[in-house]
């Protein structure tokens, strides 16, 4: 689906960093902060069906990647803003009757996220902010490990993929009149079901993380 023009975008951007010269955003500026992003499960796991083992949970451990957000003011005080990173690996540990295995199983994600923005005092020194959206994530390099594979006899794990809602806050303080510091918090849904030895089993677990960011940015 398309949503703009590359073209108009183009031009937009050019416009945003000839009329640049504070770090302050106003409609039509585009934000980029560049910092660690932490992931932290607030994880709840389903058990194990069929119960190849009975009570088997999961939990999945918290990570930290390269983080990016862009945003676009639209207006004086409402934006968009994207949350991208490198990919985050998390490792699956065994709960419940499980509880004790270690590592069982690993992943990697991607934790697209969109939100609408909307900042309290955009052109001040200190601009605190609120937004809610929609995150889509992809996991990829499913394998398991430990018990999972040496005991139990098994040998692949595929997460599915994940839409949901996305709250955010975050924090922006000037350095410089180009240069801020930032931090943002977000809250995402994310649901997914592990499906094992190609659909014998299955697991379903609310990951639901915090994402804890800190970043510098730069306002063009």
């Not at 960093?17 to 660690?36: K, N, Q």
């Not at 069906?49 to 004086?76: F, K, Q």
């Not at 937004?131 to 390099?141: C, E, L, Q, R």
Request: with cysteine.
């Amino acid at each position: 689906m398309r949503m703009f023009d590359g073209r108009g975008l183009g031009v937009g951007l050019i416009m945003a960093v000839a009329c640049s010269g504070a770090a302050w955003a106003a409609p039509g500026d585009l934000t980029v902060r560049v910092g660690a992003a932490h992931v932290a499960p607030n994880d709840d796991s389903g058990q194990l069906n069929p119960p190849i083992v009975a009570g088997a949970e999961v939990e999945v451990d918290s990570s930290t990647s390269l983080g990016l957000t862009v945003g676009y003011m639209l207006g004086e005080k409402l934006g968009i803003g994207l949350l991208a990173a490198w990919p985050f690996e998390h490792d699956i540990k065994g709960a419940g009757a499980l509880a004790g295995a270690g590592t069982i199983a690993k992943t990697k994600h991607l934790p697209p996220t969109v939100t609408l923005q909307y900042h309290f005092a955009p052109e001040a020194s200190v601009r605190p902010f609120v937004g809610a959206g929609i995150n889509y994530t992809k996991f990829f390099s499913e394998k398991t490990e430990g018990a999972l594979r040496d005991d139990l006899d098994v040998q692949d794990i595929s997460l599915d993929d994940s839409w949901g809602w996305a709250l955010e806050a975050g924090i922006d303080v000037d350095v410089t009149p180009d240069w801020f510091l930032s931090g943002q918090i977000f809250y995402i849904d994310i649901d997914t079901t592990a499906e094992l030895a190609g659909g014998a089993a299955s697991i379903d677990v609310d990951i639901n993380p915090w994402v804890f960011m800190a970043s510098v940015g730069r306002t063009f």
